[in-house]
């Protein structure tokens, strides 16, 4: 049977009332207000629950046809999974915690021990390079705080960087093996430092790209006063955009995928007493670390298990949204999935273990427990869905199995106030920092590996190594990823000729009832391939030190004549700076601004611009110190999801 196109505009009805009841509500709404936000997701919650249950009762399959049910209920089963795991971050949701006036409140506790208490800083490092580490290294040694020890924990055992280590004045610590990999490094130094004379009363955790702002532990340790405190989490900033934002050239209009979680889901997380160790840039008291013996090593995701396991004994993980510190965001796409494999293998691991939310009297709270459920809805259902959507198109076109029975008004009728109330609730409370199409890309490129983990961690829970994530290296030239190009490419010529063949050979099933609809998420499907193969197509970098956006002016001084000129970016290595001098490339030069006398050289000029680097290693020691003394820490502002739109247009028809 045909579908009516009359009755299409009454089928919008329900959508364009949502659009209006946000429109004429969500400008009054104090984003921050606890009934606010209570509102805005229950409003979404209540349509959210109206479509699932029109699914479930509505679009399934008769099982007159057993391939369409089939199908059907398994694509329903997973859809259903996903919507409970999104209830559960949504209720979350309605609390945000900011710990920033708690760790104003107590700073002068803090400043009254005597001494103060002493904090060991470990550098976890493997595999890195000397451009990596020095920053972090440079940046630690720098901490503005009186009594703190800086210890370079190297598993790779590299006389390089043992030798920087003693001209740099930092401690340098190693093992004869790599047993439990991070959280083994992490379990020899505690045993090490416990031994002294002197030992710490608190722990930092860096990784090796992650450079900590001179504030971080006069911002950290105020929040331990509070004696249950165990663990106290800052969020992790990333100077260089992900291989999402790169590769989709978004990194000027759209933040990096870690944004939402940390800006928005962890604030809200800790206020239900959920917070967890996500690892570097974090401090925890040692003295509670003991207790449990260590760091624990039955999971790739070693972070998230201490915060379970310290809450166990009564210690909680506390929240800190302050930007102190800035690391690498994987720079390829590659290395994009070996950290999301892990992250995910990590969870499975604790699922799997003593840790089993569904496991009675192993001291979890029932938030926690909650917690977990939500997180491993999150890894094996979430991505399997993504992947179910992008096949069932090609399933009804080419084998004419329908897995969602229903018309495209009926659809529209329950679908769009659904899809607009969850979008628009999210967008508002996030600022912009997780939109549909940006989520879905940056889920559909590590769908098969995050699969593969989620049926590997249940089936063998115990064994895996920890693979680390590869930062640094060459990235000069344009870098094609054909695994998983050649993967996308597949499934979009499979959509195009299934849809093809059903058109030229067998049209009635474009006039099917459920044929407008699918033919609508084929499109959808087909532009989320689209980016999801563009973010294999990975662009050159040609810098080695990341940029940040400077207003400031400095003074070049060459032969003897002074140029004062606008400061338009800097870095560890150089600047960047507005107007022009009389120096060719190549010339010498001092440069001088704030407190900083820097020689360097020019590297390239032009008639408005001139581009500087600095020419030794105690320049650029100066200039890491001056970056990370907590200068720069722009503020992001809420993101234009029209502008995102635009630039992911233009990327596709570059």
Not at 57 to 83: K, M, N, Q, R, Y
């Amino acid at each position: 049977m045909s579908y009516p196109i009359g009755l299409v505009p009454e089928a919008l009805w329900p959508a364009v009332a949502t659009i209006g009841l946000m429109f004429a509500f969500a400008p009054w709404l104090p984003r921050d207000k606890v009934w606010a936000r209570a509102c805005a997701i229950g409003f979404a919650l209540v349509l959210t629950w109206q479509y699932m249950i029109w699914r479930a009762l509505v679009t399934v399959p008769s099982f007159a046809h057993p391939l369409d049910a089939i199908v059907g209920v398994i694509f329903l089963l997973f859809e259903v999974l996903t919507t409970i795991g999104t209830t559960s971050t949504l209720v979350t949701l309605t609390q945000v915690n900011r710990r920033t006036q708690e760790a104003d409140a107590a700073t002068p506790w803090l400043m009254a021990q005597d001494p103060p208490p002493l904090v060991d800083v470990f550098i976890c490092t493997y595999n890195e390079e000397q451009a990596i580490l020095e920053k972090t290294i440079i940046a630690a040694l720098h901490i503005d705080y009186s009594n703190y020890r800086v210890w370079v924990l190297d598993d790779g055992r590299r006389p390089w960087l043992e030798a920087y280590c003693k001209r740099k004045g930092c401690r340098y610590l190693t093992r004869p093996d790599n047993a439990h990999a991070k959280a083994g490094n992490i379990n020899h130094a505690l045993k090490h430092v416990c031994r002294l004379p002197d030992p710490p009363d608190f722990m930092v955790i860096l990784d090796a790209d992650f450079a900590p702002l001179a504030t971080f532990l006069k911002r950290t340790l105020p929040l331990f006063k509070n004696r249950d405190v165990g663990i106290v989490q800052t969020p992790q900033h990333f100077s260089n955009p992900d291989p999402v934002q790169s590769n989709l050239a978004v990194s000027e209009v759209f933040c990096d995928e870690q944004r939402f979680f940390f800006d928005v889901i962890l604030p809200s997380r800790d206020v239900w007493g959920l917070a967890f160790c996500c690892g570097t840039s974090s401090v925890t008291r040692v003295a509670a670390l003991r207790q449990i013996g260590g760091f624990p090593t039955d999971s790739v995701t070693e972070d998230y298990l201490l915060t379970l396991r310290l809450e166990e004994i009564g210690y909680r993980t506390a929240y800190l949204n302050e930007r102190l510190s800035v690391g690498l965001a994987p720079e390829g796409l590659r290395e994009y999935t070996i950290q999301r494999s892990r992250w995910c293998l990590g969870l499975i691991q604790i699922f799997r273990g003593p840790d089993n939310p569904f496991l009675p009297r192993n001291g979890l709270s029932l938030a926690q427990r909650v917690g977990l459920v939500e997180s491993f809805l999150y890894w094996a259902a979430s991505f399997p869905f993504r992947m179910l959507c992008i096949v069932i198109p090609i399933l009804y076109w080419a084998f004419a199995i329908r897995a969602v029975d229903a018309e495209l008004g009926d659809a529209l009728r329950h679908y769009l106030p659904y899809f607009i109330s969850s979008v628009a609730v999210i967008y508002w409370i996030g600022g912009g920092r997780n939109l549909p199409m940006m989520a879905e890309t940056s889920q559909l490129v590590i769908v098969p590996e995050i699969i593969k983990s989620v049926v590997v961690g249940l089936i063998k829970p115990k064994g895996h190594k920890f693979e680390v994530t590869p930062k640094g290296g060459e990235r000069d030239r344009l870098l094609i990823q054909w695994r998983p190009l050649l993967r996308f490419a597949g499934v979009g010529a499979a959509i195009v000729l299934s849809a093809s063949y059903a058109f030229l050979f067998d049209n009635t099933r474009f006039i099917e009832e459920g044929a407008a609809l699918s033919l609508a998420w084929t499109w959808y499907s087909l532009l989320i391939l689209v980016m999801a193969s563009l973010v294999c197509i990975e662009q050159p970098r040609y810098r080695r030190d990341e940029r940040q956006s400077s207003h400031g002016r400095a003074v070049l001084h060459i032969d003897n004549r002074a140029y004062d000129l606008d400061i338009t970016d800097l870095s560890a290595g150089g600047m960047l700076l507005r107007g022009s001098v009389s120096g060719s490339v190549g010339a010498p030069l001092t440069v001088v601004f704030r407190d900083l006398h820097l020689p360097a050289t020019i590297v390239r000029k032009t008639a408005d611009s001139v581009a500087v680097r600095i020419a030794t290693e105690e320049a650029r020691t100066a200039m890491i110190r001056h970056l990370y003394s907590g200068r720069y820490s722009p503020a992001l502002v809420d993101i234009d999801g029209r502008r995102v739109a635009l630039t992911v247009v233009q990327r596709v028809f570059r």
